[in-house]
């Protein structure tokens, strides 16, 4: 089972960006998503990336927010542009042993391994 570690998150004002990034620890033929959680609010997934590079994003990100992985550095990242206060979570990568991913609407069942997630703070 691949271990997961988040970086990147932080504090920005409203309209900046952020990248944050997820360092697996294996990355064969994985399905990779992105998600958040704010206070109070359940879990949501913002994108996904299967093997080996279909990206499917949430509306609510779609525009502003891009994945991209660097294979050879088993990393995934989260490229973050125009953050408003509601983007402020803590935000989480997760992934699951199959090349596939379901829809991000759907994601937050299909994966079975977490990181610790990186707390992003947008303030205005």
């Known amino acids: 089972q691949a271990q997961l570690m988040e970086s990147g998150g932080g504090s920005v004002q409203a309209g900046g960006s952020l990248r944050l990034s997820c360092v697996a620890s294996?990355?064969?033929?994985?399905?990779m998503g992105w998600f958040r959680q704010a206070p109070g609010k359940e879990r949501e997934g913002l994108g996904v990336?299967?093997?080996?590079?279909?990206?499917f994003y949430a509306d609510s990100v779609k525009g502003r927010f891009t994945i991209s992985k660097d294979s050879n550095k088993n990393t995934v990242f989260l490229e973050m542009n125009n953050l408003t206060v509601e983007d402020s979570a803590m935000y989480y990568c997760?992934?699951?042993?199959?090349?596939?991913?379901?829809?991000?609407?759907?994601?937050?069942?299909?994966?079975?391994?977490w990181g610790q997630g990186t707390q992003v703070t947008v303030s205005s």
């Open positions: 997760a992934a699951r042993p199959y090349a596939t991913c379901p829809p991000p609407d759907r994601a937050l069942a299909a994966f079975d391994t």
């Open positions: 294996k990355f064969v033929n994985f399905c």
């Open positions: 990336i299967d093997y080996p590079t279909r990206i």
